[in-house]
């Protein structure tokens, strides 16, 4: 691979950039002119973990060789020791190039003694975003995998335990591990060690995953007969929901106007698709926040609900009696059967549609949009016995990857169910033990879809065989897929495989990424964050943004913008601002009012 030339430090001496010695405060970096430079080139600048410093490019004819980036404020490289490169990419590519880089250690030499490190008398700290399974159908995989951490920031061994039964198979799992695989984000979870312990709060921010930037422009006319199936995240516009520690739930970006804010009180759960976020209140009741083209859909009546679901354009509902209600466009509209004890009944999205499973008897029941193509459905079905207790469900497409008890992986439905366009071809993966299961329909070239963890840490893709090994965690998106392993370093394959940051393929203390619909965040050991990818959906931050990004504990995503959750209980976004990226409009609701522990 051919490096374009490594930028200059021109007020560096030695390799050493004294900060103390900068007369206007503005840290100057210079970049050679290179092959095919254009105006509006975007230039995106790295002091290794630091923020990245995002700078579009004006007529090149009138610069200098090498020019010099500006305005860049010396508060935003504090103290250390960096590799400093930078990342080109023309405005009609979505590849970046590559500079070699240049090792610069940063000081203050105002400073007589080097930082000192905060103190702490807590002897542990748990860091990751809650994993997004069966909250979110929104087409990105969000991380799944927890880390417990000491005060001297060396991995703790902790006991792991949820407040409440799971719905799927964990005898898999380590109860005392320093690291955990969550597969019931609805539920608190507690680590604990001796005498202390912490408890996360179930997954608290939600994406709908939503990219169009033309409101109604997909809109279907009818519900039936459309040429293209309508219904996927994509279709819709992307915005964020929050629930608070009070149980009041908050919306912000591109939303119905009637929709924002605090929109609702008293909320125990909530789910997310591309059309919007369905709310089950404490009392039983079901409400609807809908996107601006949200085709009116409408929630189930009563106040004896005790768990929903939502996919595409449908909407499933559980009674406290077992039974479920099915809403929205498909033509399970006033269908109603039992499914049984509600605490064995997981209800998740897809792209398509909704599912209804009881992992204790393997009663399933599948409902598909109208605006999908009126594709088949069960009303109630049963799997058999090989069907129980499975580890997890992951949604895929229009099916799902149905990861058994014992470890083994298959496209679901099965084949005696036909679908359009299935994900994949329905049936076993070549894996086995499998922990963590991901799907794509755009990894051109790496396989048709499904990327599985074993409990030895390979990754096999389906049509592939093993592709990597010592992989601790996996997300992504429709066109890459993320892998962070065993040592804190990153890769990816697929479309944006490419354009990861050199200082992320080595040893980087990354503990998760997460994805946007075009774009990533590392969110490294010590709170700080690392993004890459298009600015326009989160891949670029400015020190306004890069300033607050400290203390992080979680971050999740939509289809064009981030939301980091810190320990201070502060909420920071970023991206497209109509998209989710600005939330000043709520941050008085939001900033000290949710919270990664309880």
């Given at each position: ?8 430090l ?15 405060n ?24 630091g ?7 004006p ?11 500006p ?49 702490t008398?807590v ?16 087409a990105?995989?969000g991380?799944q995998?927890l ?18 039964k799971?719905?799927?198979d ?30 996360l ?12 930037d ?8 009818a519900?039936?007969?459309?040429a ?7 279709d ?26 605090l ?25 609807f926040?809908g ?8 929630v189930?009546?009563?106040?004896d ?12 509902a559980l009674?406290?009696?077992g ?18 004890a ?23 029941t ?13 009303p ?11 580890r ?33 071809n329905r ?33 096999y ?25 065993n ?20 040893k980087n ?7 946007t ?6 969110l ?34 939509t289809?064009k913008?981030?939301a ?12 497209e ?22």
């Amino acid at each position: 691979m051919s490096f374009l030339s490594a930028p200059i430090l021109p007020q560096a001496v030695g390799g050493v950039l004294d900060k103390s010695k900068i007369s206007d405060n503005t840290i100057k970096v210079a970049i050679p002119k290179y092959e095919g430079i254009a105006e509006k080139d975007i230039i995106t600048l790295h002091f290794t973990s630091g923020t990245p410093i995002v700078y579009k490019l004006p007529n090149p004819e009138k610069l200098d060789d090498p020019f010099i980036i500006p305005n860049i404020d010396k508060s935003q490289v504090p103290d250390g020791e960096y590799n400093l490169y930078y990342l080109v990419r023309h405005i009609t590519s979505v590849d970046s190039r590559f500079s070699d880089a240049i090792s610069v250690k940063v000081i203050d030499g105002t400073s007589t003694q080097p930082p000192v490190k905060p103190s702490t008398d807590v002897p542990f700290f748990v860091i990751g975003a809650r994993s997004t399974l069966y909250s979110t159908a929104n087409a990105l995989y969000g991380p799944q995998r927890l880390t417990a951490w000491d005060k001297d920031n060396k991995p703790a061994e902790v006991n792991w335990t949820y407040a409440g039964k799971t719905k799927t198979d964990r005898s898999w799992q380590k109860t005392t591990s320093h690291y955990f695989y969550d597969v019931a984000p609805h539920l608190p979870l507690i680590a604990s060690l001796g005498d202390h312990q912490v408890t996360l709060n179930p997954l608290n921010i939600f994406g709908n995953g939503g990219t169009s930037d033309s409101l109604y422009a997909t809109q279907p006319t009818a519900p039936r007969n459309e040429a293209l199936p309508f219904g996927l995240p994509e279709d819709f516009s992307s915005s964020f929901a929050a629930l608070l520690d009070n149980k009041g739930l908050v919306t912000w970006g591109n939303m119905n106007s009637r929709n924002l804010g605090l929109v609702a009180r008293n909320v125990k759960k909530v789910a997310a698709s591309g059309v919007g976020y369905v709310a089950l209140s404490a009392d039983g009741s079901l409400s609807f926040w809908g996107v601006p083209n949200d085709i009116g859909l409408s929630v189930p009546s009563g106040n004896d609900y005790v768990d929903v679901g939502i996919g595409s354009t449908s909407l499933i509902a559980l009674r406290s009696n077992g039974y479920y209600a099915v809403s929205g466009f498909n033509e399970g509209v006033g269908v109603t059967n039992y499914l049984g004890a509600t605490d064995s009944v997981l209800l998740f999205g897809n792209d398509t549609g909704v599912f209804g499973f009881n992992t204790d008897t393997a009663e399933a029941t599948w409902w598909v949009s109208s605006y999908a193509g009126g594709q088949p459905h069960w009303p109630l079905n049963s799997l058999g016995s090989n069907y129980v207790h499975p580890r997890a469900i992951v949604p895929a497409n229009n099916g799902a990857i149905f990861i058994g008890q014992n470890g083994s992986a298959e496209f679901w439905p099965p084949p005696l169910v036909p679908a359009k366009n299935p994900a994949g071809n329905r049936g076993p993966l070549v894996a086995n033990n499998v922990i963590q299961a991901v799907y794509s329909i755009d990894w051109s070239g790496f396989g048709t879809g499904a990327a599985c963890l074993d409990d030895s840490e390979q990754i096999y893709l389906d049509s592939s065989g093993i592709i990597s090994t010592g992989v601790a965690d996996m997300s992504g998106n429709r066109q890459t897929l993320i892998l962070r392993y065993n040592d804190g370093s990153v890769d990816a394959f697929g479309k944006d495989h490419r354009i990861v940051p050199p200082e992320l393929r080595s040893k980087n203390n990354v503990v998760q990424v997460t994805c946007t619909s075009q774009a990533y965040a590392a969110l490294h050991q010590d709170g700080t964050v690392t993004v890459w990818g298009d600015p326009n959906y989160g891949g670029a931050i400015d020190y306004s943004v890069s300033s607050q990004l400290h203390n992080v504990r979680a971050i999740y995503a939509t289809g064009k913008a981030f939301a980091a959750l810190t320990s201070d209980n502060r909420v920071v976004t970023w991206g497209e601002n109509i998209g989710g990226g600005n939330s000043d409009a709520v941050q008085s609701l939001l900033n000290g009012n949710i919270s990664y522990y309880a």
